[in-house]
Nanobody
Framework: QMRLVESGGGVVQTGGSLRFSCTAS????????MGWFRQAPGKEREFVAR????????YYAYTVKGRFTISRDSAKNMVYLKMDAMKPEDTATYYC??????????????????WGQGTQVIVSS
């Protein structure tokens, strides 16, 4: 069974930066799509970014494109989310997720089977 462990959350001022990491274990990632999602209090969980593990291809939500960067370290089975120019609306709990043996990339959280524990981000004004 795959496991995902996140680290790197915290509090940042508007315009600042944060970097998350997510470490995967338990199974190979070569056929996986790795995703980052976020959920603000009282809101639906929403897609942030995804990465196709085998070639590193990425895709971003419109709201974060140009500010956030998803990447991987294949040797360490880790995926990262670098967040720049952060805004108060980025305040949420962020989740790393994996869609193992994916037939195609997805931006829906319902298509991801394995989830990290969640990391809270607060962007202050």
């Amino acid at each position: 069974q795959m496991r995902l462990v996140e680290s790197g959350g915290g509090v940042v001022q508007t315009g600042g930066s944060l970097r998350f990491s997510c470490t995967a274990s338990g199974r190979p990632l070569d056929r996986s799509i790795m995703g980052w999602f976020r959920q603000a209090p009282g809101k639906e969980r929403e897609f942030v970014a995804r990465l196709r593990w085998n070639d590193g291809d990425t895709y971003y939500a419109y709201t974060v494109k140009g500010r956030f960067t998803i990447s991987r370290d294949s040797a360490k089975n880790m995926v990262y989310l670098k967040m720049d120019a952060m805004k108060p609306e980025d305040t949420a709990t962020y989740y790393c997720a994996a869609d193992g043996d994916a037939l195609q990339p997805s931006s829906s959280w319902r298509d991801y089977e394995t989830w990290g524990q969640g990391t809270q981000v607060i962007v202050s004004s």
